[in-house]
């Protein structure tokens, strides 16, 4: 293989590997919650502003991503002690302390 089609290759592996890395980045951003309208502001940046806003979205909006898990609201469940909703987050209301254990009602 001569110089010219080893690079016409390494730059055809390149583009394939980026395009998969922008393709995962975007179905990430609509896969996870961020706070307001951050969500809408990820996909413009990583979709205009390649490869810049996907290197920027890997180092600074993973780590804006809310974890939804954690913040499940139990359904017409409210705290003993303070009266807020409950939400699941190590067994305890976020407000007051109140250790709470069950399945929501």
Request: aromatic letters at 14%; hydrophobic letters at 50%.
């Amino acid at each position: 293989m001569d110089l010219g089609n080893f690079m016409l290759f390494a730059i055809g592996v390149l583009m394939v590997a980026y395009s998969v890395a922008w393709i995962l980045a975007i179905v990430d951003i609509l896969k996870h919650d961020f706070n307001s309208s951050n969500k809408i502001i990820w996909i413009v940046a990583v979709v205009f502003f390649s490869p810049f806003g996907l290197l920027a979205y890997q180092w600074i909006g993973k780590n804006q991503r809310l974890n939804v898990a954690v913040k499940k609201e139990f359904p017409n469940r409210e705290c003993p002690r303070c009266g807020l909703p409950l939400y699941i987050e190590d067994g305890q209301c976020e407000i007051c302390g109140q250790a709470v254990y069950g399945r929501a009602v």
